[in-house]
């Protein structure tokens, strides 16, 4: 649940500490107070999208604290490593930064914004005005049928099935083409791939010839260096060179080191020099054959790598990526000279995955069908216990209008039906239901899909609109109902349902120093009949406070089962 919340700079709110409690907590307040702002700080601690306008004018940041307790097991700890304090406490923390930036932290522990998001819709949900339209939506019915039916398992059956088809249905537009297109494509390719086969390419060829140009472009300089240092290891035609001259040296040193440790040792280190200088004479010596040329070789390096330049700009920036792209071509024409068989193959493989996504798709549609009639009792109970006792409410099921009835979210086309009076037709909801209607119903169905989530806390943000009366009664009870299973905290303007709250939070908005702004105080039993009063009439006269007072004790009574 949450124990407390903790708002700095937030709009028109300073600073606000809220401490919660179990059961059923209500917020009231004049249009403009501030309730809203309170909710909006709630989803932002819950990861929910923000704008650096919500930072209080003048401020540089804006922060929002929450605290939770008793949370239920959530995988999401596993799954991030991080979990509840020794107290079995949560602390959640945002910040929001005037360059948009975002500070958000989990026990300490340093998060993105989509991780505390993913954490948020774990520890509680946020139903709003908003939700109504939703209903209205006959495109958002399939989705809290399947939130309901827990249908997630065969959904995903079905949807391997049907990627499947879309997959095969690409193949086969990829390699179906007229006649003149296909007559086309193949002389393409096989241009291409005579002139790549006709280079003779070889994977490295590029690098070894601007190499080989190099030295054929130095070719006078190489030449001169290696014979330079051919003379003087060897003395060539001149006389004695360098190794000659070391090897006399060994021969006086290993003589003299007979007779002296000294000269031995430095004997020994000629021999080491004369091993290592013949070793350089062998390897300039292979030098000397490298550099052997021959008249027009570089004339031919130079036409090898114009002819490679002018390939690489058809084809590919090196040799690999030519000869890649010679492998694809092949290919390619292979698939078109025999796309016929390749043709007749592919569509025998999509009769077969289009009779697989099929039969996924009617598991899916008699899930779903057999959810339906469960979720349309539960409504029918839900809003009977809403004071709305005449209400019938269906599940309506029609073909997919899709090539082969399905597309990717199966094969139903989903509706919810009402009649609001004794015999009427079922008819669409976005065409009878009425603003208060619309409003119970949604209750209804959160109600029902409450039961299904893990979530410990419910918030309602003037879920009530268009209800009043006996209706407004009613709809204060289930909320009260609802919380006695979880935490529910509820924004309102009904006083029959701030009567029945446990726990009574008053928004009010005033000036200091010249600023605007909001504070959120927690009601005692006569501060809640004044509040009460100003909700029923506006103005606080004795005769609202006796109204107010009705009000408590009646609800009072009907929590203590009286």
């Known amino acids: 649940m949450l124990s407390l919340l903790h708002i700095e700079n937030i709009a028109v709110i300073d600073r606000a500490d809220i401490s919660f409690d179990r059961g059923f907590n209500v917020l009231t307040g004049e249009t403009g107070a501030g309730k809203s702002i309170v909710i909006d700080a709630i989803g932002a601690i819950m990861g929910e999208r923000t704008s650096r306008d919500l930072i209080r004018t003048g401020a540089k940041s804006a922060r929002v604290t929450a605290v939770f307790r008793d949370l239920p097991p959530i995988s999401w700890f596993d799954d991030n490593g991080i979990s509840p304090d020794e107290n079995g406490e949560l602390l959640l923390e945002r910040v929001i930064q005037g360059d948009g930036r975002n500070l958000c932290r989990v026990n300490g522990v340093p998060l993105l914004v989509g991780q505390l998001r993913e954490l948020g819709v774990r520890l509680l949900n946020i139903h709003g005005q908003h939700d109504g339209q939703q209903l209205l939506d006959e495109d958002c019915h399939l989705d809290y049928l399947d939130s309901f039916g827990g249908t997630e398992g065969q959904k995903a059956a079905f949807s391997a099935a049907y990627d499947k088809v879309k997959d095969i249905r690409k193949t086969l537009s990829a390699i179906q083409m007229d006649d003149a297109e296909k007559a086309r494509r193949i002389d393409t390719l096989t241009y291409q791939i005579d002139e790549l086969e006709a280079a003779n390419l070889r994977e490295g060829e590029d690098g070894e010839l601007t190499d080989r140009r190099e030295v054929l472009q130095n070719a006078e300089r190489l030449t001169s260096a290696v014979e330079g240092a051919w003379a003087a290891l060897t003395g060539g035609e001149e006389g004695d060179g360098a190794l000659s001259l070391l090897m006399e040296a060994e021969g006086h040193l290993t003589s003299g080191g007979k007779h002296s440790a000294d000269l031995k040792a430095l004997a020994e280190t000629a021999t080491q020099l004369r091993c290592d ?248 039993r006569s501060r809640r009949k004044e509040e009460l009063a100003r909700l029923s009439g506006g103005a606080v006269t004795e005769t609202m406070l006796s109204g107010a007072e009705e009000l408590l004790g009646s609800a009072e009574k009907y929590k203590a089962g009286e």
């Open 277 to 524: 200088l013949d070793d350089l004479a062998e390897r300039v010596r292979d030098a000397r054959s490298a550099f052997d040329f021959y008249p027009g070789e570089l004339d031919e390096v130079e036409a090898r790598l114009d002819r490679l330049y002018r390939l690489k700009k058809k084809y590919g920036g090196t040799v690999g990526e030519m000869l890649d792209y010679l492998a694809k071509c092949k290919t390619e024409l292979d698939a078109i000279q025999f796309s016929e068989e390749r043709t007749a193959k592919l569509e025998q493989e999509l009769a077969a995955a289009l009779e697989r996504a099929g039969a996924e798709g009617r598991k899916l549609s008699d899930d779903r069908k057999k959810a339906a009639k469960t979720l349309a009792a539960r409504i029918q109970s839900e809003l009977t216990e809403l004071d709305m006792p005449k209400v019938r409410f269906e599940v309506e099921f029609a073909p997919k209008d899709a090539p082969d009835g399905m597309d990717a979210t199966g094969m139903d086309t989903v509706r919810f039906l009402m009649s609001a009076n004794v015999g009427e037709d079922l008819k669409p909801i976005n065409k009878i239901a009425s603003g208060g209607e619309l409003s119970r119903i949604m209750l209804a169905l959160k109600n029902v899909l409450a039961e299904n989530e893990e979530v410990s806390t419910l918030i309602f943000d003037e879920v009530d609109a268009g209800v009043s009366g006996r209706a407004a009664m009613k709809v204060a009870r289930k909320l009260y109902q609802v919380s006695r299973g979880r935490q529910v905290l509820c924004v309102t303007h009904l006083p029959q349902i701030a009567a029945m709250g446990d726990v009574h939070f008053s928004v009010e908005k005033g000036e200091r120093d010249g600023r605007t702004y909001t504070r959120v105080t927690r009601l005692e």
